[in-house]
């Protein structure tokens, strides 16, 4: 799931997203997200259970510049 927030200024516009991925249970995913908007939109990340996804979570791993989630397994 994703969430996004914007406060002012042009709306927000996700124009990059994966709609779908299949990786062995073994193997790590990669998710992407890219929007755009004025002041530029916050990507929020939650895992399967709807728990938010922190920088530092250890199962995890999120690239804030490319907003891009990287599993460590494919249970997303």
């Given at each position: 799931?994703?969430?996004?927030?914007?406060?002012?200024?042009?709306?927000?516009?996700?124009?990059?997203?994966?709609?779908?991925?299949?990786?062995?249970?073994?193997?790590?995913?990669?998710?992407?997200?890219?929007a755009?908007?004025?002041?530029?939109?916050?990507?929020?990340?939650?895992?399967?259970?709807?728990?938010?996804?922190?920088?530092?979570?250890?199962?995890?791993?999120?690239?804030?510049?490319?907003?891009?989630?990287?599993?460590?397994?494919?249970?997303?």
């Open positions: 799931m994703i969430e996004m927030h914007v406060i002012d200024g042009a709306p927000a516009r996700v124009y990059m997203w994966t709609s779908q991925r299949l990786a062995e249970l073994t193997h790590d995913a990669q998710l992407y997200c890219r755009s908007g004025s002041p530029q939109p916050t990507i929020t990340w939650y895992d399967p259970d709807e728990r938010q996804i922190l920088p530092d979570d250890a199962q995890y791993r999120v690239r804030a510049l490319e907003f891009t989630l990287l599993s460590s397994h494919s249970e997303l």
